[in-house]
């Protein structure tokens, strides 16, 4: 009898092959330039589920990227369902931003495979992929229905799935929802997330003269937009390292001792943090520790910033603009839209006369905190200690995934975050990466899953989804 | 008043015009590796035109791999007859129509009397109208003077070549009087003669983070963020009274006497009005205690003239980014030394940047100081009649913003020195829609040419 994991074992050289394939995939979903890719990275994941034998479609919202729709519903009514989430879309990445290989062509080194996407999400969603497959294909049963769905624009707002789910979001019927899109330090210890911060994006623009100026014959009698938009972006913050922004923590619920206990369990000391950043100094709230400050702390990040003429050579301008790229983490229980409020008053308060500041909110998405006393939950803790090797730790983590929020108010579904990836993967970054070793464990991980899944009695149905 | 030589470029203005439009249609971008080729084909074509006139002219390239200097020579005034040295730039700065032009910027476009496009009034006017005027002089009356000019190809980008060969070659371009010809004059129908010019230091800052672009969830809040370390250096170097915050940067600027504030106090409602029909920001901003005409020629400044750090395409890419930068210059006034200025403001830089980052240097150019000339002197008293003459009304005495950092080594060749600009403000030097009427390119060529005439008998 052949085992699924022993089926995925022995096709293990197909599936990275095949996720190669996807990698190769420029889906940015965050650039315009890059339509085309997003739909066919789409279209091919629909083709794959189908070829698995799955019914599969595409969901297209007006204006938006499609949704990848799949299901397998082959276990019957009473069986139970699990719902799988994952993001097919990608970061913007190009070889200047300083990758070693072309980030688009996918390239296996010192057990890694070098791609954007690699990590986030597309390896990490594929797992659950082939731990479907390998169940349908070995002499063992796929014991629950699965229904995946994979949206197109997880970094860019998600706008299509929360509108699914709002309309739609009987089709995403289940009884626990998956999501592998995230993280642990060291490949010893996984991880189960049971926080998630929430996000805030924005675009600022500071206007000056309605031209841009030469900066001999008219500086010093315009104020430089440069100048007024680093004045402004440094009163964001208090030299603390606090956010500067009157009504910004106003909603944070305060870390309780047991919180703060739990964190403290996994330290993440200087050294360390010094080694993954390579920066000269920690830096942020001082009364919290480096893991309270990026797990349980709301944050405001200049994600970008341009003005004037930064090619070779020199431009002596005054230029008439500038603008910012904002993007603030939210903790529970704060909301994106009164934390819109609170930054465009703040920007209006603090902005000279002399100059014009515009904010844009672009999207926003509320923090997400997980129960982690379930029934499911006990499962995927089965999962990881029978399929990854170690029993999980929780953590509460930085990032954010805008959806999750909504699985859990919208559809009331338990949602389990079983991240297979690595802090030191690159995501975002360049040289993203994903190890070969946690790709397979991944799905031997996931097919633990289904299978206790399986298992949880049906009576923990009526007390689960709750927070 | 009508010379022979005058009805010469009268007879040949749309000749002249064509030409304009030829060397104006060369993209000679000297701050762009990329167009190193293009301003070479500038320096081909004037060469060409020059020894067309009855110039002698060659180029000269010094350090090798830099722009081209061209220098024509006529001598046929003879041995003892003065030289005139004539200065002027045929490179220009970057454009591309999305910053915001309204036509190609390298193919000339006439709109209501004036030509649009990149070099139009910085700086291929100056260039084309005094080989014009040198033409209508040799082709008919001849000049009383011998005459040199000295036409450079960088002066946007740093201005090596023409350094290096004053150092190196003063002999071959001695004269009795230089002319700088470069800038602008009040306005239109106002011409002034510049005295005053602000020095400059440029420099770029780097403000260094992790030692990647980093996820921004996992890492913020962790991770002193370059682009805000940047922008907290940044507004640290003006005070609220508009002043530059950086120590000892006035320690050494002239004061102003009463009698300068009142000659400079005569053109400074024109300079707001312009400035209002240019520039128009929301509101004011500048220096505490000082007129818009001391802001812009008495008073030194100091600019970001770029800042860029992270993703800045479309959409978002929510990186806490590894670095970020800034351009950064100064105008100087006098008697501030450029070295100087440019050490206090890095010792600075260095004493506010906050530990959680490092901050280096690069690009530090401190080649300009800033210069006042002597207005008793014949070359400023010849200009003044030429323009009167040429152009119809008397001049203006100004100090100016901008910087020409040529003037100082010219200073070496003569102190019988002198400016004359024949561009307006409204001709957006470095903007989009840099333009030139067509009037001020045949005053020049006009007041040029009684400039040669009457420089001897001044």
Redesign the interface.
């Known amino acids: 009898m052949t085992t699924a994991k022993t089926y995925a074992a022995e096709h293990a050289e197909q599936f990275r092959a095949e996720l190669h394939a996807l990698l190769k995939i420029p889906s940015i ?5 890059y339509a085309p890719e997003v739909k066919r990275a789409a279209e091919w994941l629909v083709d794959h589920f189908q070829k698995l034998g799955l019914e599969a479609e595409l969901i297209t919202l007006e204006g938006q990227y499609p949704l990848v729709y799949a299901e397998y519903m082959g276990a019957g009514e009473d069986a139970k369902t699990v719902l799988v989430y994952g993001h097919y879309d990608v ?2 990445a190009t070889m200047e ?2 990758w070693d290989t072309a980030p688009f062509e996918p390239v296996e080194i010192d057990g890694k495979i070098y791609a954007r996407g690699a990590t986030d999400d597309k390896g990490q969603f594929f797992t659950h992929v082939k731990a479907v497959e390998a169940l349908l294909k070995s002499d063992e049963p796929l014991p629950v229905n699965v229904k995946f769905i994979i949206e197109g624009e997880e ?2 707002g998600s706008r299509a799935i929360k509108q699914f789910v709002e309309e739609q979001g009987e089709k995403l019927a289940a009884d626990v929802c998956v999501v592998s899109d995230t ?1 642990m330090a060291k490949i010893e210890q996984p991880v189960i997330i049971n926080g998630l ?1 929430g ?1 805030a ?1 924005f675009e600022m623009i500071v206007r ?17 937009p ?2 007024a ?3 402004i ?2 009163q ?2 208090n030299p603390d390292g606090s956010i500067a922004v009157p009504g910004f923590y106003d909603d944070v619920v305060e870390l309780s001792k047991e919180d703060r206990e739990a964190m403290a369990k996994i330290p993440w000391d200087n050294i360390d ?1 010094a080694e ?10 001082a009364e919290y520790s ?1 893991r309270e ?2 797990g349980a ?1 709301p ?1 405001l ?19 008439a603009q ?4 904002i ?1 603030c ?1 939210l903790v529970a229980n704060q909301e994106p839209e009164k934390i819109a409020s609170a930054l465009l008053a703040h920007i209006q308060n603090i902005a ?5 500041a515009d904010l844009r909110f ?1 999207s926003g998405a509320p923090a997400v905190l997980v129960n982690t006393d379930s029934l499911y939950m006990q499962a995927a803790i089965n999962a990881y200690t029978d399929g990854w090797g170690a029993a999980p730790v929780f953590i509460r ?4 995934i805008p959806i999750v929020a909504g699985f859990q108010s919208k559809l009331g579904l338990p949602v389990i975050l079983m991240g297979f990836g690595l ?1 030191t993967d ?6 993203e990466h994903f190890s070969i070793e946690m790709f397979h464990k991944g799905i031997d991980t996931a097919i633990h899953f289904l299978q206790e899944v399986a298992a949880v009695p049906a009576s923990a149905d009526a007390t689960e989804g709750e927070e | 008043m009508m010379t022979t030589a005058h009805k010469y470029a009268a007879e040949q203005s749309a000749r002249f015009q064509e030409q304009f439009c030829d060397l104006i249609r060369i993209p000679s971008i ?4 990329a167009f190193a080729e293009k301003v070479k084909q500038a320096a081909d074509w004037i060469v060409a035109d020059m020894e067309k006139i009855g110039l002698s002219a060659e180029q000269i390239t010094m350090p090798e791999g830099r722009h081209p200097l061209v220098l024509g020579q006529w001598n046929g005034a003879g041995d003892d007859a003065p030289t005139v040295l004539i200065y002027c730039h045929y490179d220009v ?2 454009a591309v129509v999305a ?2 032009w309204d036509t190609e910027p390298f193919e000339p476009t006439i709109k209501d009397g004036k030509i649009y496009a990149r070099g139009a009034t910085d700086s291929k006017v100056h260039v084309v109208s005094w080989l014009k005027a040198v033409e209508s002089l040799l082709a008919t009356e001849g000049s009383p003077v011998n005459i040199k000019l000295l036409f450079e190809g960088e002066e ?2 740093g201005g090596d070549t023409i350094k290096a060969f004053v150092a190196q070659q003063p002999e071959r371009i001695t004269a009795d009087t230089v002319v700088i010809s470069d800038g ?1 004059i009040r306005d239109i129908d106002q011409p002034s003669i510049t005295y005053g010019l ?1 020095g ?1 230091v ?1 420099m770029e800052v780097h403000v260094q ?17 370059p ?2 370390a ?3 250096i ?2 640290q ?2 005070d609220e009274n508009g002043a530059v915050a950086v120590p000892g940067f006035y320690d050494n600027v002239a004061i102003l006497d009463d009698e300068e504030r009142a000659l400079l106090a005569e053109s400074n409602m024109l300079m707001e009005e312009e ?1 209002r029909k ?10 505490h205690g000082y007129n ?1 005409h001391e ?2 020629g008495a ?1 030194p ?1 100091l ?20 670095s ?4 950064i ?1 100064c ?1 100087l006034v006098a008697n501030q030394d450029p070295a100087r200025i440019a050490q206090l403001v890095q010792d600075h830089i260095q004493i506010l940047a ?5 901050v280096s240097f690069s ?1 530090v ?1 401190v080649n300009a100081a800033a210069v006042v000339l002597d207005r008793e002197k014949s070359a400023i008293k010849a200009a003044a009649s030429a323009y009167e003459k040429g152009w119809g009304k008397k001049p203006l005495f100004e100090r ?4 020409v950092p040529i003037t100082y080594d010219m200073l070496k060749i003569s102190d019988n020195l002198t400016i004359m600009g024949f561009s307006y ?1 409204g001709g ?6 840099e333009n030139i009427p067509i009037s001020s390119f045949q005053n020049g060529i006009n007041t040029a040419i009684h400039f040669l005439q009457d420089v001897n008998n001044t």
């Open positions: 979903s965050t650039d315009p330039h970061q913007p931003d300083g970094e860019s993280s911060r996000g994006l000056g003269p309605s031209q841009d100026l030469h900066s001999g014959m008219y500086g010093g009698t315009v104020h430089n440069l100048q938009l680093a004045e972006i440094t964001l913050h943090w993954e950043t390579g920066a000269p100094l920690a830096w942020g709230e480096l400050r990026v702390r944050t990040e200049i994600t970008g910033m341009a003005g004037g003429y930064f090619g070779d050579g020199f431009k002596n301008i005054v230029p500038a603008i910012a790229k993007s983490r000279p006369p002399t100059i014009q672009v983590e930085g990032g954010s802090n690159g995501l975002h970054g360049p040289n | 000297s701050t762009d590796p700065q970057p910053d915001g946007e980008s602008v602000r400059i440029t983070g992790p030692q990647s672009d980093l996820h921004s969830g996992h890492f913020g809040g962790v991770v002193h963020n682009v805000q940047i922008t907290e940044i507004a170097l003006h400035w240019v520039a128009n920001p929301p509101a004011k901003w500048g220096e818009m802001r812009i008073r400044t600019e970001i003239n770029g800042l860029y750090g992270g993703y800045t395409g479309e959409g978002f890419k929510t990186v806490l980014p590894a970020a930068h800034a351009k210059s105008r906050p530990q959680s980052v490092t690009n150019d100016a913003g901008g910087s403000k957006t030097a470095h903007g989009p829609n």
